[in-house]
């Protein structure tokens, strides 16, 4: 069974850093591709971040909201995928979620809160 | 970026009725193209990837179709459960986006 949790989400003061957390099991997570999306209270869904499988070179892509910002990884040896926010703003204020990326998010985590506010 | 839009935004259906979703992009996508489900406090669910296939345990009520720059989601008979906010995402092109949802409300 495919499973992801999230945690790491918290309050944040303006200007701080926050590192998300995803283990997952349930899949080959070294040879998949993983996301990062993003949700503002009482908005829509939006892409952050996603990193390539290691067929792929794990190669990493972020949406320009958060370039420069965000830095997304993954350890494989704890089947964990990472998101490190840096610089945060009020507008980062959302449900984080990871998900598995077959071009398409077919599973996800239960999403991990994060309030940037001084 | 290419920009999803959909519509309507609100769409009041009652239980056994035909409901049909409208996604467009800014250009094509070609097929490459989500559709989600998300239900108040639950994270998103895939329904419908590249355009047309159902996911796994999607029922067969739920169809999507279209190509270019043109989708459809179409619910044929409305069950109590599928009252939720739909949401189209293209992965043809960086960055990925997603449409602004369509919310299905019980009419």
């Known amino acids: 069974e495919v499973q992801l949790l999230e945690s790491g989400g918290g309050l944040v003061q303006p200007g701080g850093s926050l590192r998300l957390s995803c283990v997952v099991s349930g899949f080959t997570f070294s040879s998949q591709a993983m996301s990062w999306v993003r949700q503002a209270p009482g908005k829509g869904l939006e892409w952050v971040s996603s990193?390539?499988?290691?067929?792929?070179?794990?190669?990493?892509y972020y949406a320009d909201s958060v370039k420069g910002r965000f830095t997304i990884s993954r350890d494989t040896s704890k089947n964990t995928l990472y998101l490190q926010m840096n610089s945060l703003r009020a507008e980062d204020t959302a449900v984080y979620y990871c998900?598995?990326?077959?071009?398409?998010?077919?599973?996800w985590g239960q999403g991990t809160l994060v309030i940037v506010s001084s | 970026e290419i920009v999803m839009t959909q519509s309507p935004a609100t769409l009041s259906v009652s239980p056994g009725e035909r409901a049909t979703l409208s996604c467009r992009a800014s250009q094509s996508v070609s097929s490459n193209l989500d559709w989600y489900q998300q239900k108040p406090g639950q994270a998103p669910r895939l329904l419908i990837y590249g355009a047309s296939t159902r996911a796994t345990g999607v029922p067969a009520r739920f169809s999507g179709s279209g190509s270019g720059t043109e989708f459809t989601l179409i619910i044929s008979s409305l069950q109590s459960e599928d009252f939720a906010v739909y949401y189209c995402?293209?992965?043809?092109?960086?960055?990925?986006?997603f449409g602004q949802g369509t919310k299905v409300e019980i009419k």
């Open positions: 998900a598995k990326d077959m071009w398409r998010f077919d599973y």
């Open positions: 990193i390539s499988g290691s067929g792929s070179g794990g190669s990493t």
């Open positions: 995402q293209q992965y043809n092109n960086w960055p990925r986006t």
